[in-house]
């Protein structure tokens, strides 16, 4: 029986389509309907599905990722959120941390709160540090903020009570109440989308979940109808931002573990590919429309945290955006894709994004009525993109427009001619790429030198080898279906589900070894809860994790720890391990200091089966060129007639040198010159610098 299984990706341009029907791929872009994001969804269905002969009820399995919640935020355009806090303490969420990202910009504006203050409200009730309640909560004046929902046309409402990671109740009888007075409220607790200490991170996760809920909740019934009208019959999973597969149900409840959905199925297939091909460390680089994501992942196995931010605004400057508190892969993603604009500012300097002309009209090539110069521009001036193979034929590209574009925005106010300013637009947002890797390494403590890369998503093949060489990377991999790598990177993501919790304990003396594997037991049952919706009876793993710190510390560090029941001995391990990571990270431990956890976070997932390694390729034998293209030369400006050659005709042994375009229906990939491109076994473009 033929096994077909489907993944979706929603991006800020483009909505991605992979179908595995038995190891047998096919692929397609459709442009993202923003305005109703489920009719580009069931158009690429039935695209990708007459490509295969498939019919609806042919399909095992669909998995899903999506940008909606993430640029409902960052485009504030959310549903009207209100939040409930304990009386005396509705300005926590807009004094923040209390200091300033940027210490020397007298006009810097912190990002304003989803909820404006007038709609942050107060009621009677508090709960100590301990879990004890110490003033009960007021039942008639929560019920009586009814009236003032009603007026203010509210429709979500985020409950956020001080120390209700310790104890809920009030929370949950807040929920209870709110049921009874205004049953058409959608209602967020914080208690349940992040039950730890610091209520800033925990009221702004709380306020960014109500704020997208409804959004989310009425974009999955919608879709989960239409497509039952169609007859696909089979499961429907979302990807989280911690790379997992969850529940239709869960994704309603907790959307906002979709923010990073996307970027999250890029890291799986990165990590894929780096157990297939043998590389210990890798750089992962996904580019698309509208953002570049860049993820380290080492032996196997990208960084997780809890904890990121959405919206940056100043410059992308930490703290200039909006603290979320939930499980994601650690990477850092700006706004550089192939639709990222570029403009001269005042100082006759040329930006590249962090703006996107997106799907709507998207490039000025695309003849959509955009007039802004982008990336995608830049490409087609400098000969990179064919206009007759982009997205498989079904966009024509204009080039004339493109370069209309770009002479309007960077050429003449600098006095460029079309090349150079098309270049200059090219060499802008590969520097910006390439600052964001090394600061995005230096933080974690990490080396780029001596990493593979693995390049995907529709813009980074064009911009992988240039990159590369920036970093100092001699290794470039491009996996086959790079294009829509994402989508591809959900069909290997684990059904998973992770808990987090906040328990202080010390280790020390008055370690209390029974008490925690209890509070691991509790942990562990709700995650399977969540897990065996989607994956029954299935052999499942366990991960651990403890956010330590040194006593009188205010930062911690995540640390994993060994998943199993501890005894009174295990304390002196847990801080060994502790301190192994923190001088990972920070260089030196210090002696004597007692170390605490503040959180423990434990995931479960179901098992990845085992990867194959890449078979050996035939001997070197030279590819046949389908053609040949203008291109320019990034170091000259001057154009030579370069090879192109087909993807689709490439198998392993085939062996290229650069310069030279490798074109397929998703994406191109550029061979650089000083570069040579050779296909292993498993039909990845393996691109060597200095023809190694």
């Known amino acids: 029986m033929t096994s077909a299984r489907l993944a979706v990706d929603i991006g800020g341009t483009f909505t991605d389509f992979a179908l595995d029907i038995d190891g047998k791929w096919h692929s397609r872009k459709v442009l993202t309907t923003s305005s109703a994001p489920e009719a580009g969804v069931l158009a690429g269905i039935d695209l990708v599905l007459g490509d295969a002969g498939l019919k609806p009820a042919d399909l095992s399995l669909i998995i899903h990722g999506t940008t909606l919640a993430t640029n409902s935020i960052i ?6 959120t209100a939040l409930i806090v304990t009386e005396g303490f509705r300005d926590s ?6 200091n300033r990202f940027e210490q020397y910009d007298i006009f810097m504006d912190k990002p304003p709160p989803l909820v404006p203050r007038h709609l942050r409200l107060g009621v009677p009730e508090r709960i100590d540090a301990r879990g004890k309640v110490v003033q009960a909560l007021d039942e008639t004046a929560l019920a009586g903020l009814a009236t003032v929902l009603r007026r203010e046309r509210i429709s979500s409402v985020a409950v956020g009570f001080l120390h209700s990671y310790a104890n809920d109740v009030h929370e949950r009888r807040a929920r209870e109440v709110f049921q009874r007075v205004a049953p058409e409220l959608s209602i967020t607790l914080s208690s349940e989308v992040c039950p730890e200490m610091r209520e800033y991170e925990r009221w702004s996760t709380a306020c960014a979940n109500a704020y997208v809920q409804p959004l989310m909740a009425g974009y999955l019934q919608r879709l989960e109808s239409q497509l039952q009208q169609r007859g696909f019959n089979c499961p429907l999973f979302l990807i989280t931002s911690a790379g997992g597969l969850t529940t239709v149900e869960t994704a309603r409840r907790f959307p906002i573990r979709l923010v990073e959905s996307g970027p999250a199925g890029g890291a799986i297939l990165a990590t894929r590919i780096a157990t ?63 639709g990222s604009i570029a403009a001269v500012d005042e100082l006759d300097r040329i930006h590249v994004g962090p703006e996107s002309a997106g799907s709507e009209p998207g490039p000025a090539c695309y003849g959509r009525n955009g007039t802004q110069a982008t990336v995608t521009d830049a490409d087609v001036q400098l000969g990179r993109i064919r206009p007759d193979r982009f997205a498989g034929g079904s966009i024509t590209l204009h080039a004339d427009r493109a370069k209309t574009a770009i002479a309007a925005a960077i050429g003449n106010p ?26 995005h390494a230096v933080e974690r403590g990490k080396e780029l030198t001596g990493r593979a890369m693995v390049a995907f998503g529709g813009a980074a093949p064009l911009h992988a080898a240039r990159l590369a060489e920036k970093l ?21 993501a684990p059904v998973s589900f992770e808990v987090v919790r906040s328990r202080y304990v010390q280790l020390n003396d008055s370690f209390d070894a029974a008490a925690i594997n209890e509070f691991r037991r509790e942990m562990r049952a709700e995650a399977e809860a969540v897990i065996r919706r989607g994956a029954p009876g299935v052999p499942l793993v366990e991960t651990w994790t403890a956010d330590m710190r040194y006593r009188g510390q205010g930062h911690d560090v995540t640390v994993t720890i060994p998943a199993k029941a501890l005894n009174a001995g295990d304390r002196a391990e847990l801080a060994q391990l502790f301190e192994a990571q923190y001088v990972v990270q920070f260089g030196r431990s210090i002696p004597g200091l007692e170390v605490e956890v503040l959180s423990w976070a434990l995931r479960l997932a179901t098992v990845d089966p085992p990867v194959p390694p890449c078979p050996a390729a035939p001997p070197d034998r030279a590819a046949d060129a389908v053609g040949h293209a203008e291109v320019a030369d990034q170091a000259t400006g001057l154009y030579h007639k370069v090879p192109i050659y087909a993807r689709a005709d490439l198998a392993p042994g085939h062996m290229l040198q650069g310069p030279a375009l490798i074109v397929e229906d998703e994406t191109t990939t550029l061979v650089l010159g000083g570069f040579t491109a050779r296909i292993n076994g498993l039909g990845y473009i393996v691109m060597t610098r200095g023809g190694q």
Do not use: H, W
Request: proline content about 3%; glycine content about 12%; aromatic content about 6%.
């Open 414 to 439: 600098l006095g460029l001619d079309d090349t150079r300013a098309a270049l200059a637009i090219s060499e802008v947002v590969e520097e910006n790429m390439a600052n964001a890797a090394r600061v």
């Open 75 to 80: 485009e504030r355009k959310g549903a009207r």
């Open 93 to 98: 969420i807009e004094m923040a941390y209390e």
């Open 276 to 338: 297939q091909c043998g590389f210990d460390n890798i750089v992962s680089f996904d580019m698309g429309g509208t953002t570049a994501k860049i993820c380290l992942i080492d032996q196997g196995r990208p960084q997780y945290s809890r904890s990121f931010e959405v919206a940056r605004q100043y410059r992308f400057m930490k703290g200039s955006g909006i603290p979320i508190r939930v499980p994601v892969i650690e990477m850092v993603e700006i706004g550089a894709g192939g």
């Open 472 to 492: 100092d990377i001699s290794t470039v991999v491009v996996p086959t279906g790079a294009g829509v790598g994402s989508a591809v990177g959900f069909l290997m």
